[in-house]
């Protein structure tokens, strides 16, 4: 649900001339969108979440301290258009070393490691550390800044919602094989509809919180 795994396409597929990749960057775009599932790697907004503000693409390891990766697509990662502007140029690492990250500071390459060893997303959509450089990202990035935190409960709740629409589903079926079949006694059969009206109210709140973004 929240923050996937990511990996990169060999380097042959993206768009290039004569083994050198195109000084528009952009024209990889597509393939670059579809790398990072349609989402910012830093804050994990999907692009149907963006209310039309639209994504960019960033470099991760920054122009302004590694021109010669300007535009090679793997060294590009969608962005949304704050989490962009919040990381800049900003590269803590020394540019000489592969490093991404050093003493804690600093960034992590999410092609290249599983991000649930560095961070988890709490039942209230808050981004909490597990390891550095997380806190180092989730201050200078404003992980948890509110409408990124809206938009993940919006996701808990909407996938709580589907399990219990599902659960409710499944026991109404049941429900009514045994009354059809006749082998559940009338008492059991209404405190059972009991039950699943209360689970059905339950769904209604839930619907309720979703669409008021609580």
Not at 47 to 74: I, V, W
Not at 87 to 98: I, M, R, T, V
Not at 151 to 162: G, H, M, P, Y
Not at 164 to 185: C, D, F, P, V
Request: proline content about 5%; charged content about 30%; glycine content about 4%.
């Amino acid at each position: 649900m929240f923050f996937p795994s990511l990996t990169r396409k060999p380097e042959e597929e993206y768009h290039n001339s004569k083994g050198v990749f195109y000084s528009d960057y952009n024209k990889n775009r597509e393939k670059i969108e579809e790398d990072c599932q349609h989402r910012c790697v830093y804050c994990d907004i999907l692009a149907t979440e963006m209310g039309g503000e639209g994504m960019q693409l960033d470099h991760f390891r920054p122009q302004a301290h590694f021109p010669e990766l300007k535009s090679h697509p793997h060294n590009l990662v969608l962005a949304c258009p704050k989490c962009n502007r919040f990381k800049s140029d900003d590269w803590p690492a020394d540019p000489k070393s592969k490093n991404t990250y050093e003493n804690n500071i600093g960034y992590i390459d999410y092609f290249s490691v599983s991000i649930d060893q560095y961070l988890e997303v709490d039942d209230k959509g808050l981004v909490s550390p597990k390891s550095p450089p997380i806190n180092y990202i989730i201050k200078r990035m404003h992980l948890n800044r509110k409408s990124r935190v809206v938009v993940r409960q919006s996701r808990i709740i909407l996938k709580k919602f589907e399990e219990l629409s599902a659960e409710i589903t499944t026991q109404l079926k049941e429900l009514y094989i045994e009354m059809k079949s006749k082998t559940i006694a009338y008492d059991c059969a209404t405190d059972r509809l009991e039950k699943l009206v209360a689970l059905q109210e339950k769904l209604g709140s839930m619907r309720n919180q979703k669409f008021e973004g609580k």
